[in-house]
């Protein structure tokens, strides 16, 4: 799909529901695989009527709700190590802790 510049930046800015997008140069960094791309590099496809965009890693099947700002100092380390417990994905149990006591990812 060949997209325009400005179409490319009001397409992030409309689907993007979770971050803001200003320019094109800004930057994500995708949970899944931990590339960190911009806008530019964000693959962009239709299926049907519904708009899908895509982290730019061959195979990695993330989308906008997997990528977070390259940095964000409000959120903490531990935070940050444990970010699928904010996604509902995991439950602590004991169980299911790994080492240190950290849960380990979850399937979904």
Not at 42 to 58: K, R
Request: charged share 25%; hydrophobic share 35%; net charge negative.
């Amino acid at each position: 799909m060949k997209i325009k510049l400005t179409d490319k930046l009001s397409i992030l800015q409309v689907n993007d529901h979770f971050r803001d997008w200003n320019m094109l140069d800004d930057e994500r960094v995708c949970l899944l695989c931990g590339r960190r791309f911009s806008g530019h590099e964000v693959l962009i496809s239709t299926a049907d009527e519904e708009v899908e965009m895509h982290c730019p890693t061959p195979d990695c099947k993330s989308g906008v709700h997997q990528w977070i700002y390259p940095v964000n100092p409000l959120i903490s380390e531990k935070t940050y190590q444990d970010w699928w417990l904010a996604l509902g994905a995991g439950n602590r149990s004991e169980d299911a802790d790994g080492v240190d006591g950290v849960p380990s990812p979850q399937p979904t």
